[in-house]
């Protein structure tokens, strides 16, 4: 499954309600994604807590930060 199936529901939410730019569907799945397997990772944390860890884990690892600081200018 390529990543741009991952989430079809998702990107189709998105898309329908007008959330985001349709070129940037593929972003916003890609990140829900790696969320979502993340999460299933962790055994008793409730969606606060694994969005904490979730972002906390993205900090640590340098080449993330950097590819979400050029993302967001």
């Known amino acids: 499954m390529s990543a741009s199936q991952t989430l079809p529901d998702f990107q189709q939410y998105l898309l329908s309600r007008r959330l985001v730019p ?3 569907v593929t972003f916003y799945d890609y990140w829900a994604n790696r969320h979502l397997t993340f ?19 993205l900090q640590s690892r340098e080449n993330i930060v950097g590819l979400m600081a050029k993302i967001t200018r």
């Open 22 to 24: 349709e070129k940037s």
């Open 39 to 57: 999460s299933k990772r962790l055994k008793n944390a409730d969606a606060a807590e694994a969005l904490r860890l979730f972002l906390k884990d």
